[in-house]
Structure formats: structure tokens, C-alpha cells
Antibody
Framework: QVQLVQSGAEVKKPGASVKVACKAS????????MHWVRQAPGQGLEWLGI????????TYRQSFQERITMTKDTSTNSVYMELSSLRSEDTAVYYC????????????WGQGTLVTVSS | DIQLTQFPSSLSASVGDRVTITCRAS??????LAWYQQKVGKAPKLLIY???SLQTGVPSRFSGSGSGTEFTLTITSLQPDDFATYYC??????????FGQGTKVEIK
């Protein structure tokens, strides 16, 4: 069965960077896009960007363009999301989510990674 | 960006009730809409895609309808396991994909 397993919770200081991992299993890794979505405490869902594991092309939400990087490692079936210049407003649960048949909706989700930004 | 407005933002209902949640898009998105269920402390779960297609394994009491700018998620005969927050999401054409603000379904 499809599984997305994310790395553990992180605590970072303002201005630092964080890198969250998402390891996929149970399907052909390069056949499905992967998205990243975040959810601040008590808030709704915010789409951050998408990576194509087949080749590594990415598209980021414009407001994150300058400080987000998504990468992939096909040897370990993993994708990564790195966010730099962290501020308190980046405190959130970060999810990886597999794109559906056309990469559009999200048919499987990781368990989420809590990133806390605090001085 | 395409804005999605869900209403109501919350509702109270009893087991066995029929529940309808509406999602309105700021411009036409054809049928490019999905619905998710999220329980506290858990990741969202896909219920409906392409506005009305039921995801594998999702109970048939969930259904979706609509096209263009107006969409609904209906739960016939609400069950105890259905108390959660529901989100719509659009995937029409250009990024960013966006979500509605959520509808919390609580026990009356």
C-alpha cells in the first residue's frame, strides 16, 4: 500500500533553515508528482509547491519562491522540502502529499512534520 | 489566485442527519475540485475528486456534486466517525492550488 513517512519534529530559531524529508513506498516513485502543504496551528491548509520525482522539476508558490527548495532522491524514493530564513509565522505542520492521477488532487498524505520556530 | 469560500464554517448535527457543505469558487474551475476530511491531529484524507468521484474505500454516504463555481459535499446519515473538519481544494489550470477555509462538523 502507498505510504509516505516523514521525518520528525523540528525546533528552529528565527533565521535558520529546516529540511523535511518524505520517504515514499508502495508505488512507483517516479510516476507521481509530490506536493507540500502546510497547516499553521488552528488554521487551514496552504499549498507550498510541487516536485516531479521524474526529473526533479519544481513549481513553488510565489510567496515562497525565494526561500523554498524541493528536491528528490530516487535512490531512496524520498523527496525533501527545505525552507530558509524561518520566522515565527512558519510554525506549522508540513505535509507531503502525493498527486493523483494527473498530479492535481492529493490522494495520499504523509503523517506531517511539526516545525516550530522560536527564539 | 482562485479563492474558495466554504459555508457554513461550522455546523452542529446529530448522528443520522443529512449534512451539506458548500464550496464556492471565485471563478469557474470546471469540475477540478476535491474534498478532504481532517480529524484533529491527523493528515487530511481524500474523499472526493473531480467534484463527484468517490475515492476508493470512502463510504458511499459521502457524495459530491457541482461544476463551475458552486460545489457541494453531502453526507447522508451522519455517523460518529464523520465528526471532523472538511476542506475543498481546487486544481484548475494554474498554480497555486488553493483550499477553502474549512467546515467543522460537530456533534449536536
Amino acid at each position: 500500500q502507498v505510504q509516505l513517512v516523514q521525518s520528525g519534529a523540528e525546533v528552529k530559531k528565527p533565521g535558520a533553515s529546516v529540511k523535511v524529508a518524505c520517504k515514499a513506498s508502495g508505488y512507483s516513485f517516479t510516476n507521481s508528482y509530490m506536493h507540500w502543504v502546510r497547516q499553521a496551528p488552528g488554521q487551514g491548509l496552504e499549498w507550498l509547491g510541487i516536485i516531479n520525482p521524474n526529473g526533479g522539476s519544481t513549481t513553488y508558490r510565489q510567496s515562497f519562491q525565494e526561500r523554498i527548495t524541493m528536491t528528490k532522491d530516487t535512490s531512496t524514493n524520498s523527496v525533501y522540502m527545505e525552507l530558509s530564513s524561518l520566522r515565527s509565522e512558519d510554525t506549522a505542520v508540513y505535509y507531503c502529499a502525493r498527486g493523483g492521477a494527473n498530479g492535481d488532487y492529493f490522494d495520499h498524505w504523509g503523517q506531517g512534520t511539526l516545525v516550530t520556530v522560536s527564539s | 489566485d482562485i479563492q474558495l469560500t466554504q459555508f457554513p464554517s461550522s455546523l452542529s448535527a446529530s448522528v443520522g442527519d443529512r449534512v451539506t457543505i458548500t464550496c464556492r469558487a471565485s471563478q469557474s474551475i470546471s469540475s477540478r475540485l476535491a474534498w478532504y476530511q481532517q480529524k484533529v491531529g491527523k493528515a487530511p484524507k481524500l474523499l472526493i475528486y473531480w467534484a463527484s468521484s468517490l475515492q476508493t474505500g470512502v463510504p458511499s454516504r459521502f457524495s459530491g456534486s457541482g461544476s463551475g463555481t458552486e460545489f457541494t459535499l453531502t453526507i447522508t446519515s451522519l455517523q460518529p466517525d464523520d465528526f471532523a473538519t472538511y476542506y475543498c481544494q481546487q486544481y484548475n489550470g494554474y498554480f497555486p492550488w488553493t483550499f477553502g477555509q474549512g467546515t467543522k462538523v460537530e456533534i449536536k
